[in-house]
């Protein structure tokens, strides 16, 4: 059944509602499709019927059939350690720097940094996890396939995870790509943590996801007159976050 959940994953690019309706409608299969499947791609993959799948990531609102990945999978096994961190594409030098510092101290209390690729804040952190060496998991802003290309002249070390749902397709629905990393980002993340960022970063639909999915939400306050969408945040109820310590108390 795993390669039947592969092929169709495949097929389909990761799309969610069309592998389902697969699945459902009994789609045909040849035998011959299936039996070299593995040889199709050039990453590791768990599906949702592994016995590694996390738990906790079966119970979110469409839970992805199959996960390619590159790297430490037994680091989405550790819900309890993982802090997704978010941010925008503008940032001052002090979102920044208060960002760069709330990363270090949650790394000091071993907790693991869950991001997108994003331009801005979020892709510095993630430079700022692999230049470190801090454990972390990316979700992935294409196909695998174009992560595996970019950097087939190396291999993510035993700190890190670089997942995808959609293994072949280059170009991304925008509005799926949206739904998709809300439901990764919430999905393997115990909390979430806005550093700074602008009213045109659109976070509106993850954090209504992280309300309906259950997550601490928390916010570090910005004296920016632009970048300040967290201050509303602390006010719609997200916990005001200073440094690791305000995170780790509450989760």
């Known amino acids: 059944m795993e390669k039947v959940l592969l092929y169709f994953s495949l097929k389909y690019n990761g799309n969610w509602d069309k592998i389902y309706s697969a699945l459902e409608n009994k789609e045909k299969i040849l035998h011959s499709q299936l039996e070299d499947i593995e040889n199709n791609i050039d990453c590791d993959f768990i599906t949702i019927l592994n016995p590694?799948?996390?738990?906790?990531?079966?119970?979110t609102h469409k839970p992805p059939f199959v996960i390619f990945y590159k790297g430490n999978i037994e680091l989405i096994t550790k819900y309890n350690k993982n802090i997704?961190?978010?941010g925008g594409k503008e940032f001052s030098d002090q979102g920044l720097k208060n960002t760069y510092k709330i990363i270090k101290e949650l790394n000091?209390?071993?907790?693991?940094?869950?991001?997108?690729?994003?331009?801005?804040?979020n892709d510095a952190i993630i430079d700022l996890c692999k230049e470190e060496n801090y454990e972390s998991i990316v979700v992935l802003s294409n196909s695998m396939k174009s992560y595996l290309d970019?950097?087939?002249?190396?291999?993510?070390?035993?700190?890190?995870?670089y997942i995808s749902e959609n293994y072949n397709s280059c170009e991304i629905d925008k509005i799926l790509y949206s739904e998709y990393v809300n439901r990764l980002i919430c999905g393997l993340s115990k909390g979430l943590l806005f550093?700074?960022?602008s009213?045109?970063?659109?976070?509106?639909?993850?954090?209504?996801?992280?309300?309906?999915?259950?997550?601490?939400?928390?916010?570090?306050?910005?004296?920016?007159k632009k970048l300040n969408e967290t201050n509303k945040l602390i006010k719609m109820g997200a916990k005001f976050t200073e440094n690791a310590k305000d995170i780790v108390n509450e989760i």
């Open 199 to 224: 009213f045109s970063d659109s976070y509106f639909s993850l954090v209504n996801y992280a309300i309906n999915e259950g997550k601490e939400i928390f916010a570090m306050p910005s004296n920016d």
């Open 52 to 59: 590694l799948y996390p738990s906790y990531l079966k119970t």
């Open 150 to 161: 970019l950097t087939k002249n190396s291999s993510p070390t035993n700190n890190k995870l």
């Open 108 to 121: 000091e209390e071993k907790r693991i940094i869950v991001t997108y690729q994003n331009a801005g804040i």
């Open 84 to 86: 997704s961190v978010i």
């Open 195 to 197: 550093t700074q960022y």
